[in-house]
């Protein structure tokens, strides 16, 4: 085991502290509540709007779940997801589309496609495959991260403090299983937006701060130190 403030149940797999997720779609009207719905379960997500930019993003490497449309502008789903697939992405696929036929789901499937669900979709549906889908990426061999009382279970999206659980909204969540899983580090806000948001989403000024504001309120404001001019970390076991 290591430093007491570091005290994580780790196996093999790592875990990454918010999932980053790209959108590739091109009509906005579908994209923008997708993005909204996603977002709102506590995932960063950047959005790419044809098939050239989506090249250019999963280039990055940085993503653990694409969710593709088919008919793009500049460069095809099926031939997006073919070339990052020959290059050794490995990031699940969820294809979105209006393709319905056995044909295009075949195709998008031997390219190399996880899931397909098929336009207009419920987004509760969506938000269930991509967690189905996440899952099924890292298996069930995520660490439980400890840290004095607190404990914080990503399969689950669980927290519990004392033995009991606590109620978190998504980005409150997301900001706890940032510090907890290196609770010696200091974040600076700029890595806590990072972290915890995708491009293009508007991030005001002060919203770090709400948001260490009211996990301090859910876990007790001494859970979160903040060192000034820096950032922000946890404090130190006992």
Do not use: C
């Amino acid at each position: 085991m290591r430093a007491p403030e570091r005290q994580l149940q780790m196996e093999e797999a790592t875990w990454s502290n918010t999932m980053r997720l790209l959108l590739v779609e091109d009509d906005e009207m579908i994209a923008e509540p997708v993005l909204d719905a996603l977002r709102r379960e506590g995932y960063a997500v950047d959005w790419a709007k044809d098939g050239r930019e989506a090249e250019l993003s999963l280039a990055n490497d940085v993503y653990d779940l694409v969710l593709l449309d088919l008919g793009l502008p500049k460069k095809d789903g099926v031939s997006v997801l073919a070339a990052y697939r020959r290059r050794g992405g490995e990031a699940p696929i969820l294809i979105l589309t209006a393709r319905d036929s056995v044909t295009d789901r075949v195709s998008g499937l031997d390219a190399g496609a996880d899931d397909y669900l098929v336009k207009p979709f419920d987004l509760d549906e969506l938000a269930a495959r991509a967690r189905a889908l996440l899952r099924r990426r890292t298996g069930r061999k995520q660490p439980v991260y400890e840290h004095g009382d607190l404990a914080l279970d990503p399969a689950a999206h669980e927290v519990t403090q004392g033995g009991e659980p606590v109620s978190l909204v998504p980005r409150e969540f997301a900001l706890l299983h940032v510090l907890i899983e290196e609770p010696a580090r200091v974040f600076t806000k700029a890595e806590l937006e990072e972290r915890l948001y995708g491009w293009g989403e508007e991030v005001g000024s002060n919203t770090i701060e709400v948001h260490v504001h009211s996990l301090r309120r859910k876990i007790g404001a001494e859970q979160i130190v903040t060192v000034r001019g820096v950032g922000y970390r946890l404090k130190r076991g006992e």
